[in-house]
């Protein structure tokens, strides 16, 4: 059975958080990894109610450094210390992302330097490749230094259990040559590995923030299975308000998952002018992309 990728997310809003939406910020479990994807205000409060422990996080990506997505993050960095934390905490960011965290650093007090933070600036690229996932990124389109995110489990040859009962072959170390594809001697049979082999296929999860549409975009998310992307706006808003203020429409981001291809969308960053009426977005949206959720917060989809 293939390990699950949960994703919750924690706050669904843009700019001014309502009742209803908190700031920008999504935690991605996958393994041993919490992975924090942008730290909007109170993003801490949305783990307690979520029922998460903050503690938790491995790892955090900024998509960019407006206030939406960051202010959360003394906060957050002043709890871990409270508590304790004892890991290194791995902070990727776009262009600027050291200084800034340097920044947020002091607002934390001097205290803050018992943390152990590796701050890493990216553009493009593979950014951390682990055996079994990488993350990758690309420079978005918006009024500062941006990126969007793709998290990608990777590819994997895995035993098929109910081959292994049928020929009662027991629980041992030779099981890891079986899974290398390699003929192993059990019982005083040949037993061949690469007849009990089934492929997992790869799964990805793509973050598409703040941004202006951009091919870039659609790159990133090409063919992922759930593609998160911001939709702040309405069809109905002009395409000068739009790009004055660097963000998607609804079916904007409903064409980046059509050209990319991917699997599902989850429309996040709504304008609190939607507050009490997400399904203008999610219709716009699903006119042309059909498998298209705009979810609320603390909601989580595993995949
Ligand atoms: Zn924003
Ligand atoms: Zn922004």
């Given at each position: 059975?293939?390990?699950?990728?949960?994703?919750?997310?924690?706050?669904?809003?843009?700019?001014?958080?309502?009742?209803?939406?908190?700031?920008?910020?999504?935690?991605?479990?996958?393994?041993?990894?919490?992975?924090?994807?942008?730290?909007?205000?109170?993003?801490?409060?949305?783990?307690?109610?979520?029922?998460?422990?903050?503690?938790?996080?491995?790892?955090?990506?900024?998509?960019?450094?407006?206030?939406?997505?960051?202010?959360?993050?003394?906060?957050?960095?002043?709890?871990?210390?409270?508590?304790?934390?004892?890991?290194?905490?791995?902070?990727?960011?776009?262009?600027?992302?050291?200084?800034?965290?340097?920044?947020?650093?002091?607002?934390?007090?001097?205290?803050?330097?018992?943390?152990?933070?590796?701050?890493?600036?990216?553009?493009?690229?593979?950014?951390?490749?682990?055996?079994?996932?990488?993350?990758?990124?690309?420079?978005?389109?918006?009024?500062?230094?941006?990126?969007?995110?793709?998290?990608?489990?990777?590819?994997?040859?895995?035993?098929?259990?109910?081959?292994?009962?049928?020929?009662?072959?027991?629980?041992?170390?030779?099981?890891?040559?079986?899974?290398?594809?390699?003929?192993?001697?059990?019982?005083?049979?040949?037993?061949?590995?690469?007849?009990?082999?089934?492929?997992e296929e790869a799964r990805k999860v793509s973050?598409?923030?703040?941004?202006?549409?951009?091919?870039?975009?659609?790159?990133?998310?090409?063919?992922?299975?759930?593609?998160?992307?911001?939709?702040?706006?309405?069809?109905?808003?002009?395409?000068?308000?739009?790009?004055?203020?660097?963000?998607?429409?609804?079916?904007?981001?409903?064409?980046?998952?059509?050209?990319?291809?991917?699997?599902?969308?989850?429309?996040?960053?709504?304008?609190?002018?939607y507050e009490g009426i997400p399904k203008i977005?999610?219709?716009?949206?699903?006119?042309?992309?059909?498998?298209?959720?705009?979810?609320?917060?603390?909601?989580?989809?595993?995949?």
């Amino acid at each position: 059975m293939a390990e699950r990728i949960e994703l919750t997310f924690l706050g669904t809003g843009s700019a001014i958080p309502t009742s209803r939406r908190n700031h920008p910020a999504m935690l991605l479990k996958y393994k041993g990894e919490n992975i924090l994807v942008d730290c909007g205000e109170g993003t801490q409060r949305q783990f307690r109610k979520a029922g998460i422990n903050p503690c938790k996080i491995t790892k955090i990506l900024i998509s960019h450094w407006h206030g939406d997505h960051v202010f959360g993050l003394p906060g957050i960095l002043n709890t871990l210390r409270l508590n304790g934390y004892n890991r290194k905490l791995e902070i990727y960011g776009p262009e600027g992302s050291k200084e800034w965290v340097r920044k947020y650093l002091d607002l934390v007090g001097r205290r803050g330097t018992d943390l152990d933070l590796k701050v890493v600036e990216v553009s493009s690229g593979v950014i951390i490749n682990d055996e079994d996932f990488f993350v990758e990124c690309e420079e978005m389109d918006h009024d500062c230094p941006a990126v969007g995110y793709s998290f990608v489990v990777k590819e994997k040859m895995r035993l098929d259990k109910d081959k292994l009962v049928k020929l009662k072959i027991p629980n041992s170390p030779l099981l890891a040559e079986l899974a290398k594809g390699k003929v192993v001697e059990i019982g005083g049979k040949k037993v061949d590995g690469k007849k009990l082999l089934y492929k997992e296929e790869a799964r990805k999860v793509s973050f598409v923030m703040d941004t202006r549409m951009n091919e870039n975009a659609v790159n990133l998310a090409k063919g992922a299975d759930l593609l998160v992307c911001e939709a702040t706006f309405s069809k109905e808003e002009s395409s000068e308000l739009l790009g004055e203020r660097a963000h998607l429409s609804s079916v904007e981001a409903a064409g980046i998952a059509k050209k990319a291809g991917v699997k599902s969308l989850a429309l996040v960053h709504l304008s609190q002018r939607y507050e009490g009426i997400p399904k203008i977005i999610l219709g716009e949206a699903r006119e042309v992309f059909e498998d298209v959720i705009v979810p609320e917060d603390l909601e989580s989809v595993e995949l």
